[in-house]
């Protein structure tokens, strides 16, 4: 392939040592790659590895010559082992930017510097370190608006002595009370995120957070701006008259997901070239249901669902009468151990799993994009983590909303309310909070026989439409994405000066 490579115009992503973040990270750094630009992507030693095995391979296609890892030597908990909960990713955090600094140290002693770094948002001291060398760092923000607007909205009415919010949740009075932020959805206090009261192990980390988004020139989300016009907009207005108010000039926020579609099918194959030697049991049960029937449940990988939730969601998929996917493999609440299948199986009454052998599966893991683009999936009880949320509207299909923890509470939200694209399992579940199995089979019953549920299907298939266009031609996440690479030539051209900007390769 004749793919023009620009060696001065130099990008480093630093990803988060967390695997689904250095996931999406790695993907843009593929497409930035695939653009000519040449990119190193930094992460957790573990991480890469685990990246590198989904791929099938270490990617040497002419395409992937101009994108390099490098591995950063950090321990990583075990996610799956909930012991001290959000403080035992502070360690790893800090030893990312600890590593971060010493790779950037011995680049700028050898005379080699970036153009830009593209940095996780929750790396706020790995920003630090770039801008403290004179060299741009942008957030990569693999998050809904909503969830960063409320970042930035409750730290600046906090920071003006306007807003106090309780140190902790769980004692105060004010638990039930909603918080309504300008352009959003009206949320619970709770639905905002844990991390904003003061008990919290990320506090400071969430207040540097807040900074970094505000003084950032760039912001790079990978959503697409048609799922959140309203909470889109919000955001743009509060970083425009934040700009105005310290005299700075006005960040562009570039949306340029859903990413996945515009990866090199290398990636793709691969993975079909896995999935083509054996039919996935997933896809064998698809294959035998019915159109958009089957109710595809999964809480990620990192969420923890104590056994007697799961009885309880496994008695109320079997009254929905719906057939379902269960894909579980949840980390145990309490023990450095996950539920496992066949745990959950054997504490279920036999006659009910007699009654419902023929239109359940219950696994370990299963392949949710092929699920999703599935014709007799029709809609996916789900966390509603990013990615995921992402995967399901891009598949068009409805999601049956159960927020765990993290930004789901705040994305759940914005699913139902503003999208409308999505039913929650409970109204306003409280973290924690137990789903009974009458609360499964109304939702289940509401999305599939309703007229409600009805529209809400339709309009998670205009949402399909919208997310195949703004990645489509003259779409606005492929003219956000251009913008984005003229912009760091632009950089570049700056900086190295004269001689030989293009090579051809
Ligand atoms: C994109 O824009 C160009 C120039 O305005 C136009 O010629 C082309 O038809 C557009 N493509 C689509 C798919 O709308």
């Known amino acids: 392939m004749g793919l023009e490579v620009n060696p001065n115009a130099t990008v ?255 990636q793709v194959s691969v993975a079909k070239e896995l999935v083509a030697e054996k039919v996935d049991p997933c896809i064998r049960f698809l294959d035998s249901q019915s159109p958009s029937s089957v109710v595809y449940v999964s809480f990620g990988t990192d969420v923890s669902v104590s056994q007697e939730q799961l009885l309880e969601l496994v008695y109320g998929l079997e009254s929905s009468q719906q057939p379902f996917i269960c894909a579980l493999r949840t980390p145990k609440s309490d023990q450095n151990s996950y539920v496992m299948v066949q745990d959950l199986l054997s504490d279920l009454d036999p006659a009910l799993l007699s009654r419902i052998s023929r239109r359940s599966l219950f696994v370990e893991w299963a392949p949710q994009m092929d699920v999703l683009s599935h014709a007799s999936t029709g809609a996916f009880l789900s966390h509603c983590g990013f990615n995921s949320l992402l995967e399901s509207v891009w598949h068009g299909v409805p999601i049956l909303g159960w927020p765990r923890q993290y930004d789901q509470f705040t994305n759940c939200r914005h699913l139902v309310d503003e999208a409308q694209i999505a039913l929650e399992v409970h109204p306003r579940l409280i973290p924690d909070g137990f789903v009974t199995r009458k609360d499964v089979e109304i939702v289940i019953t509401t999305l599939f026989h309703t007229a409600e549920g009805k529209a809400l299907r339709e309009r998670a298939r205009q949402m399909k439409q919208q997310a195949e266009e703004s990645v489509g031609e003259n779409g606005s996440s492929s003219k956000n994405l251009e913008t984005l690479v003229a912009h760091i030539e632009h950089l570049a051209k700056q900086t190295s000066g004269s001689s030989n900007p293009k090579q051809s390769t």
């Open 12 to 266: 480093w992503f630093v990803a988060l040592p967390f695997f689904t973040h250095l996931k999406a990270t790695s993907q843009l750094a593929e497409i930035l790659a695939g653009r000519g630009l040449t990119v190193t992507l930094l992460g957790s030693k573990h991480d890469i590895q685990r990246l590198q095995a989904s791929w099938g391979h270490i990617p040497e296609s002419s395409n992937k010559r101009n994108i390099q890892f490098r591995s950063l030597d950090i321990e990583l908990p075990d996610l799956g082992n909930t012991v001290g909960g959000n403080a035992r990713l502070l360690k790893p955090f800090a030893q990312a930017e600890l590593a971060f600094e010493e790779v950037l140290k011995s680049e700028l002693a050898r005379g080699s510097r970036p153009t830009c770094v593209i940095v996780d948002l929750f790396m706020p001291g790995a920003r630090d370190l770039a801008a403290g060398a004179g060299i741009p760092a942008w957030p990569f923000l693999p998050f809904l608006s909503s969830f960063l607007t409320t970042n930035l909205y409750l730290k600046k009415l906090g920071a003006a002595g306007i807003l106090t919010l309780p140190d902790s949740l769980e004692e105060s009075d004010v638990k039930e009370e909603f918080i309504n932020i300008p352009g959003l959805s009206l949320m619970k206090i709770y639905e905002v995120n844990a991390i904003y009261f003061k008990c919290n192990p990320l506090y400071r980390l969430g207040q540097r957070r807040a900074d970094f988004l505000q003084e950032a020139d760039v912001l790079i989300m990978t959503g697409f701006r048609e799922l959140e016009p309203q909470a889109f907009s919000a955001l743009e207005k509060l970083l425009y008259f934040n700009a105005l108010q310290n005299s700075r000039k006005i960040s562009k926020i570039w949306t340029v997901g859903p990413m996945f579609p515009l990866l090199s099918d290398n």
